[in-house]
């Protein structure tokens, strides 16, 4: 594009053209904020690394690296083991085939304004034996069934709705200012423990199945259930379940 300048050179005026280009400085294309991603390269699944910004592993029509913050992940196609290294950070979780476990290093939910929400549907299962934090809790729905294996530090209320979660480890229920809504099935298989998630509070009217192993061993429940109305099972000949 050309333009025309007036300049005064020496008190006499002279008009001068000058010759200029236009750029326009384009963003250079990443991962979006606030997009579901699908596990695996080309979204079909399996095993493999999940980290932040460095192994491309992410499926939203091509296959991208997991961007860090604002994502929510599903886990599709074939189950496998996925593998996080050092911490990643997810608003939701979805399964939509059965089999997947979840391993290694710290797995944060984090969703801006909502609770984060970990969904598998009815006949499903999957395995979280990541560390889990965040200071939001978590909802789990759709029907299926969710193990966590981890010494978990989440804070907030753990919500069943519909579903099943079995926790294998005594800090599985995250820190001990967490509490929780059993309107689910709710499955304590850790043996003789002391729950650290369970001293908050307890509500709801599902169903906690708790796992004692038998023995002379006590699994202890500290905690306020005084709002809950549902169903206690306790199995394990010759040990106690203890509410306190």
């Known amino acids: 594009m050309l333009a025309a300048l007036m300049i005064r050179l020496a008190g006499t005026a002279r ?13 250079v294309a990443s991962p979006a904020s606030g997009q579901t991603l ?41 189950s496998g083991t996925v593998t996080i290294s050092g911490s990643v950070r997810a608003t939701d979780l979805t399964f939509l085939t059965s089999g997947y476990t979840i391993t ?17 549907a009815s006949g499903l299962s999957g395995t979280i034996g990541s560390i889990v934090t965040g200071t939001q809790g978590f909802t789990l729905s759709g029907g299926g069934a969710l193990a966590l294996g981890g010494a978990n530090t989440f804070t907030g209320t753990t919500t069943i709705t519909s579903s099943t979660l079995t926790v294998a480890a005594a800090n599985g229920l995250g820190a001990t200012t967490s509490s929780i809504v ?34 002379s061993s006590s699994v202890i429940l500290n905690g306020n259930y005084s709002g809950y109305t549902g169903v206690w099972n306790i199995g394990g000949s010759g040990s106690t379940a203890k509410c306190r």
């Not at 008009?15 to 963003?27: D, H, Q, S, W």
């Open 15 to 27: 008009a001068l053209t000058l010759g200029f280009m236009v750029f326009a400085v384009l963003p």
């Open 104 to 120: 290694g290093g710290t797995l944060a939910l984090i969703k801006t304004a909502a609770t984060p929400t970990i969904s598998l």
């Open 38 to 78: 699908t596990w695996g390269v080309g979204g079909a699944g399996g095993s493999g690394t999940w980290n932040s910004g460095t192994t491309a592993n992410w499926f939203n029509g091509a296959t991208i690296v997991w961007p860090g913050t604002g994502t929510a992940a599903t886990f599709a196609g074939t």
């Open 182 to 215: 059993n309107n689910g099935v709710l499955n304590l298989t850790a043996g003789a423990v002391t729950y650290g998630g369970l001293t908050g509070t307890m509500s709801g009217s599902g169903t906690a199945n708790v796992r004692t192993f038998g023995g």
